[in-house]
């Protein structure tokens, strides 16, 4: 950048009054700040711009990256959930062809055998004992319905309905 130091301003200046004028040296000089705004802004437009774009560049290579990645893992597991399944299918076929030669043929047992509306059920009932477990009665209800709204243990309770004799004093506690 262009060094400028109050010298080297002070001389423009000078050479400004006499070329320009001492009527339109203000004029000029408003004209001149505004034109170094407008030119910085500009400035700073373009290199935010540019940084963003760098960014964006930066987010897209690391977006293929991990997508590449995703897409391996996701192979590795598709391949050994597939061998873990022909694993199970080839300790049937063998526990088939054991209980076939024996006199007693047992069956697989078949894991998909559970009916929909039986798991229906067990997820309903699942739901709802979760939520009375979870859920709190709200203390606008408590109020409107005369429930408990402080827990009290039993002696405050006892000491609360006991009937009291006029020559003790009142306790604080």
Known sequence: MIDLG?????????????VIGPEKLP???RMAGTLY???QRYL?????EVSREIELEE???????VQEQADSIK????????????????SFRIDDASSSSSSDAGH???????????????AKEFRRKRLVRTSAVPQWYK?????????????????RFRPRNGKTPASFY
């Open 143 to 159: 109020q409107r319905n005369g429930g408990r709204m402080h827990v009290v243990s039993g002696a405050a309770r006892v000491a």
């Open 27 to 29: 004029k000029v000089a």
């Open 44 to 48: 700073h437009e373009v290199k935010s």
């Open 37 to 39: 705004g407008r030119a």
């Open 108 to 122: 697989v047992p078949d894991f998909h055998a559970v009916s929909t509306e039986d798991q229906s059920r067990k």
């Open 6 to 18: 109050l010298s080297k301003l002070a001389i423009i200046g000078v050479v400004a009054l006499v």
């Open 75 to 90: 192979a590795d597991v598709e391949n050994s959930i597939a061998k873990n399944m022909s694993d199970v299918e080839d």
């Open 59 to 65: 987010l897209r290579n690391l977006q293929k990256n």
